[in-house]
């Protein structure tokens, strides 16, 4: 009997050290914790309230862009709309309060999932950090979608696919059921930068990119109820009347185009409004000095009997280059200078004249 018992209780020992060994060879998730409270300061990803027929800086369809000018305020009164919850991006990059915390295997301590709650909608969302798969496409799609994460280095990215249709903005923009989010949260103390990269096939032309500065609430936040109700719903609408403008008669079209002294076409989006930026009369004066300012320098050295070449070697453009210059593209510096140098030597035409 006694060696029975020495026996078992060497192959517990035996035991309990081959799942000690596998435990500690395991490989362990690493990367920066985020737990806590944060709310929102600043940045490119907030809603805030948008204008009717202002899309600009989102590389929006044709398609997208005649929804939302077809899309009247008054859809929000419509009883499907009210307390509608939000997209993850919509839901991170807006205000209210945010609490994060890990879910761990009470056993080896492993990170299971990565836990966000959102004050508004009270949304409670889970990203699963055990590398399981995401769902097959015809699988159910929810408000939040479902999320893989991993860190990379500190930086935890996410995977979000199996997404409700939504608003990509407030003012009539659609997110397609389609859309798929890439988000990475980068901790630098008591601030993350929240960043997303938003693709949706049917209503962007390229991704959608954002980003939004998060702070570490100092206390715990009293808040975190979102006060929401059907307020808002019109009771006395047939559910088959539902408010929107005809194909070109939306009456504000052209209200914050105007209002800001812009293009209409910088107004109503498009992959080409994301790049650079509408300039008012004061930058424009500054870029005709730049170019005022340079024909005098080149000018002066023709008078001297300077060639192109010369020229282009005295850099007249130094004091400009770090703002205008480039070295390659279509459009380089020397290309400008020799255009100016072109034109003067060829001389201003006589009124009246033709070239």
Not at 118 to 142: C, L
Not at 194 to 200: A, E, G
Request: net charge neutral; aromatic share 10%; with cysteine.
């Amino acid at each position: 009997m006694k060696n029975l018992y020495r026996s078992v209780f060497v192959m517990a020992l035996v035991l309990m050290a081959a799942a000690a060994f596998a435990q500690g060879n395991e490989r362990q998730i690493s990367g920066i914790d985020i737990s806590g409270s944060w709310y929102n300061a600043g940045g490119n990803g907030g809603d805030g309230q948008p204008i009717l027929a202002e899309y600009g800086g989102m590389p929006i369809s044709e398609s997208a862009r005649l929804y939302a000018l077809a899309w009247s305020p008054a859809r929000m009164t419509v009883r499907q709309q009210q307390c509608a919850a939000y997209d993850p991006s919509r839901q991170l990059h807006g205000g209210g309060n945010y609490r994060y915390w890990e879910e761990r295997d009470p056993v080896t301590q492993r990170l299971i999932a990565i836990h966000i709650y959102g004050q508004t909608t009270e949304a409670h969302r889970t990203i699963w950090m055990d590398d399981r798969p995401h769902p097959p496409a015809y699988a159910k799609h929810s408000w939040l979608g479902f999320s893989t994460g991993r860190y990379e280095g500190s930086v935890l990215t996410v995977y979000t696919t199996h997404l409700k249709r939504a608003w990509l903005r407030s003012n009539g923009v659609p997110q397609s059921d389609q859309t798929t989010l890439v988000e990475h949260f980068a901790r630098h103390g008591d601030r993350i930068t929240y960043m997303t990269v938003l693709t949706d096939p049917v209503n962007l032309t390229e991704p959608y990119v954002r980003s939004t500065n998060q702070f570490r609430s100092g206390r715990q936040p009293e808040a975190w109820l979102y006060a929401c109700d059907d307020g808002e719903q019109d009771v006395g609408r047939r559910d088959d009347e539902i408010p929107n403008y005809l194909f070109g008669q939306n009456p504000y079209l052209r209200e914050y185009a105007d209002k800001n002294r812009i293009p209409l076409v910088a107004s109503l989006g498009g992959a080409e409004t994301m790049y650079g930026r509408i300039c008012d009369e004061y930058e424009v004066g500054e870029y005709r000095d730049m170019i005022a300012i340079i024909r005098d320098r080149v000018q002066a050295m023709i008078n001297q009997g300077a060639t192109v070449e010369q020229v282009k070697g005295a850099r007249l453009t130094a004091d400009f280059d770090s703002r205008y210059g480039a070295d390659t593209g279509p459009w380089t510096t020397d290309m400008f200078v020799e255009a100016v140098y072109t034109s003067l030597k060829q001389g201003r035409p006589k009124a009246g004249a033709t070239k």
